[in-house]
């Protein structure tokens, strides 16, 4: 069990790990102007038998999330890039992987219908797997 004196200091103030993990958040949320794209990004209208898992924004995304079929393994993730730091459309855009052929998928931020057909389609065709047996 957690005791008091691991959660809060002596004088009654957040745990340091806390603290620090607000201010970082802070500064990172001001970098990448997440108050500004909290009123840009469109909603998405997932299927209805689609499960989606949101995950942290790593890596300079300023989203991401992974989906699924229901009662299924395949996956694609999907991640927003405002920035074009992770790849080059100069613009906003989604990106969907795996999408085709080991290959992505990227749309622009606002082409939703096109970013939910993108990922029907990759969820619809699944990557096989390459044979181990190179002697066939």
Known sequence: MTEESDVFGPFGQP????????????????????DKWCDKIPPLKFDSNWEVRVIPPYAGAIARFIVNKAGETHRVSVYLD??????????????????????????????????????????????????????S
């Open 82 to 135: 405002c920035y074009d730091d992770l790849g080059w459309k100069r613009e906003p855009y989604w990106e969907v992987y795996p999408y085709c052929d080991g290959d992505t998928r990227r749309v622009g931020m606002n082409n939703t219908g096109e970013l939910i057909e993108a990922i029907r389609h990759a969820l619809d065709n699944p990557e096989k797997e390459e044979d181990d047996d190179s002697n």
């Open 15 to 34: 745990h340091t790990r806390c603290a620090q993990a607000f201010f970082l958040s802070e500064v990172i949320g001001k970098y990448m102007e997440w």
